[in-house]
């Protein structure tokens, strides 16, 4: 190891947030693919009541209502939420990792610089 270079601190910390990272990718393939599936379950329900509906006379077709609630799907809402929260945990172990580095170095470099100011002092007194 060169006489300059410091050991790397935190190590785990970037395999941490890369592991965030994979989870946070798995998680939305997964949502996509739930919504996905969703979807088409729908259009299928929908196909079929247009058919069914196209059968009805008008006044038993203007009676009819929905019976499920339409809106987000929760697994997918969730699913979401969670890669979310991944992402921002990946990106905080990230900045806690470079930190760590960044901070530990130049503390390292403002003591090697006062120990250099002191023995220059030392020979300036000294001699």
Do not use: Y
């Not at 785990?12 to 939305?28: D, E, K, N, Q, R």
């Not at 997964?30 to 196909?47: F, P």
């Not at 130049?106 to 220059?120: G, K, P």
């Amino acid at each position: 190891m060169p006489q300059d270079s410091k050991p790397v601190l935190c190590l785990g910390l970037p395999f941490g947030s890369w592991a965030c990272f994979a989870v946070c990718l798995i998680l939305v393939v997964v949502a996509m693919m739930s919504a996905h599936l969703a979807s088409h379950k729908s259009a299928k329900e929908t196909a079929n009541n247009l058919e069914r509906f196209s059968q009805m006379s008008p006044e038993e077709a203007a009676l009819q209502r929905v019976t499920r609630p339409v809106g987000t799907d929760k697994i997918v809402g969730t699913l979401n939420i969670l890669a979310v929260g991944t992402f921002i945990i990946g990106i905080a172990l990230l900045g806690w990792f470079a930190a760590a580095n960044v901070l530990s170095q130049e503390h390292a470099r403002s003591i090697d610089r006062l120990a250099l100011w002191l023995i220059n002092c030392h020979k300036f007194v000294s001699g």
